[in-house]
């Protein structure tokens, strides 16, 4: 059903207009027919404040959470060296626990970077999170994943895998094996794109410059233009990736990426942490989007995204969870809390206003999952993307007229708030589940096949293997090509 209407008492339109008084939004055939005033006293059915979904510009759709699974909070690279722990189960529940639960957090619209539990089996693993996707009623841009290069650290393996006791060496060298050439890879990709729905949008998804030749980097830039397809990648995500770009693009790693011809408005970037302003100018100039993981960077210790230099360059942002909510709940309102605290400017430094924020969150951020396609505001025409937030707990202490709800939103609001949701037209929350699938059910499903599946953890050889990536990053050998530490080594 997607016709119908939604009562509201306050409305948020969208990033450059003020909040507005009561009223009714109508729907029809997915889209924003009309908005009516109402006279107050009105009792929303659905909510106090209407405005449009949140979209999470960066995400991997994993059910299980990581921390779960035994891959703790660390640094990037030491916390993937853990991610292979996590438990085969079927994708479809994975993609559906994820994508619910987001539901429930306000989100619409999303990025999913797919990580592939079999590589070998990426298309079906697509369909079963294009049939998620469908299911939940989200719309999920889709991420089809090429990576390989650099397949166990960024600079010669050959430190990291000494580092290793004899047994877990060999089982470490060997992994990258299971990986299709990115040739193969690409054709899959090309396979993931026949899938394609109004809730399944399949991109590009290079995983990270450091993971991608040069040659299929400037592959995937031919087709994407060619096709008009999107691409999203991992961009300096940490500070080892940063150094690793600068040791081995002396011109510059953003240099190298234009020269290829991969920076334009069809490529969306996630984290962008260690970017420089001279790169945020050229992104920007480019019409390249970022995706900030506020929460991610600080649980993986990434750092800070520079924001005040996006903005400076006029370089657009959205907000990515990136899977790692700041308390592990997937807790969207929080995110854009950390977000606003994070990056508004101390002081009187007016880095981000509430209208910047708002674009950004809801706008750009939408841009950077979808491209352009006229969403993010409640105005007639739109997509009937919408999220209808309660005001019973966040005004439950105020006294009238002294603070507006839309400021009460970015100081108090929770997933805890979420009254309703709304992907082009069809409501797909209700009183706090989702209705278009059944979220405990398959979250109690997926929890028992990664509790009867997950082999027991080795610790012994989990801490070697965080050890062995500790000391290869301290010692700075992702900086060393493998021809110079070679010449070292025999001088
Ligand atoms: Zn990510």
Redesign the pocket.
């Given at each position: 059903m997607t016709n119908g209407s939604i009562p509201f008492a306050h409305l948020l339109r969208g990033p450059d207009t003020a909040a507005q008084g009561a009223g009714v939004v109508h729907l029809s055939g997915g889209q924003i027919a009309q908005i009516t005033p109402a006279p107050l006293p009105s009792a929303p059915a659905a909510g106090d404040i209407l405005m449009p979904a949140l979209c999470n510009a960066?995400?991997?759709g994993r059910g299980l959470r990581t921390v779960a699974f035994g891959a703790q909070d660390d640094t990037l690279e030491v916390w993937l060296s853990a991610l292979s722990l996590e438990p085969k189960v079927d994708p479809y529940l994975r993609a559906a626990a994820a994508f619910g639960r987001l539901a429930l957090s306000g989100v619409g619209v999303l990025n999913h970077?797919h990580n592939a539990q079999d590589p070998q089996a990426l298309v079906d693993e697509a369909c079963a999170v294009a049939r998620a996707a469908a299911d939940v009623g989200l719309r999920v841009a889709f991420a089809a994943p090429v990576l390989g290069h650099n397949p166990l650290s960024y600079g010669d393996p050959g430190p990291l895998l000494d580092a290793l006791p004899e047994g877990l060496r060999t089982e470490v060298a060997n992994r990258p094996r299971a990986l299709p050439s990115m040739a193969a890879q690409l054709d899959a990709a090309e396979e993931v794109f026949t899938l394609a729905s109004p809730h399944f949008l399949p991109q590009y998804g290079p995983v990270g410059p450091q993971w991608v030749d040069a040659d299929t980097l400037g592959e995937i830039a031919a087709r994407s233009a060619r096709h008009d397809r999107r691409v999203h990648m991992?961009l300096l995500?940490t500070r080892a990736q940063r150094e690793w770009a600068d040791s081995t693009y002396p011109d510059g790693l953003i240099a190298h990426l234009d020269a290829l011809g991969l920076l334009s408005p069809r490529l969306t970037v996630?984290?962008g942490t260690w970017l420089r302003p001279d790169e945020c100018a050229l992104l920007a100039a480019r019409g390249v989007m970022v995706s900030v993981?506020t929460s991610?960077n600080l649980r993986l210790r990434s750092g800070i995204a520079p924001v005040a230099d996006f903005v400076a360059a006029g370089l657009r942002f959205g907000m990515?969870l990136?899977?790692?909510a700041f308390d592990d709940d997937e807790d969207a309102l929080r995110e854009l809390r950390m977000l606003w605290h994070l990056q508004r400017g101390f002081g009187l430094n007016d880095v981000l206003t509430p209208q910047s924020l708002w674009r950004a969150v809801l706008s750009d951020g939408r841009a950077a999952i979808l491209g352009e396609d006229g969403g993010g505001t409640v105005i007639p025409g739109a997509p009937a993307d919408l999220l209808a937030l309660s005001t019973d707990r966040i005004m439950a202490d105020t006294i009238a007229d002294r603070c507006h709800p839309s400021e009460l939103l970015l100081t108090r609001a929770t997933k805890a708030d979420v009254a309703g949701l709304w992907v082009a037209g069809r409501r797909i929350v209700a009183d706090g589940r989702c209705l278009g699938i059944d979220l405990p059910e398959i979250e109690a499903e997926l929890l028992a096949q990664a509790r009867a599946g997950a082999a027991p953890m080795d610790t012994a050889a989990q801490g070697a293997r965080a050890e062995a990536m500790r000391g290869y990053l301290h010692a700075g050998c992702h900086c060393v090509p493998p021809p110079t530490r070679n010449k070292r080594a025999a001088e």
């Open positions: 960066h995400d991997h970077c991992h995500e996630a984290h993981n991610s990515g990136d899977g790692m």
